[in-house]
């Protein structure tokens, strides 16, 4: 049984940081991509970052790109998301989430596996 358990939300103001963490238990960590989703209120889910098993490359979403950071500790499996110069459009629940497969993917209906999330107000 897969758990991912997000961390690290909070309320920041404009141009402030703020790092989320995910731990995961029962996962196939480093065998699948994993990634962030965020949802604001009355919006679409939003594919904000992804990292590739193994190398570890990294993809952004246009919106998070220069100012988030995608990273991940396998010997922990910890996963994170540094998130710098925020802006109040990055207001949201963020998700942690592990893919259907080892293809890296910003697409929500592509995870499978879900955090219970963590909001961030900017």
């Known amino acids: 049984h897969v758990q991912l358990v997000e961390s690290g939300g909070g309320s920041v103001q404009a141009g402030g940081s703020l790092r989320l963490s995910c731990a995961s238990s029962g996962s196939i960590y480093d065998t699948m991509c994993m990634g962030w989703v965020r949802q604001a209120p009355g919006k679409d889910r939003e594919g904000v970052a992804a990292?590739?098993?193994?190398?570890?490359?990294?993809y952004y979403g246009d919106s998070v790109k220069g100012r988030f950071t995608i990273s991940k500790d396998n010997h922990k499996d910890i996963l994170y998301l540094r998130m710098n110069n925020l802006k109040p459009e990055d207001t949201a629940s963020y998700y942690c989430?592990?893919?259907?497969?080892?293809?890296?993917?910003?697409?929500?209906?592509?995870?499978?596996?879900w955090g219970q999330g963590t909001q961030v107000t900017v």
């Open positions: 990292i590739t098993p193994g190398r570890g490359r990294r």
């Open positions: 989430a592990q893919a259907k497969s080892f293809r890296t993917t910003l697409t929500p209906s592509l995870y499978k596996y």
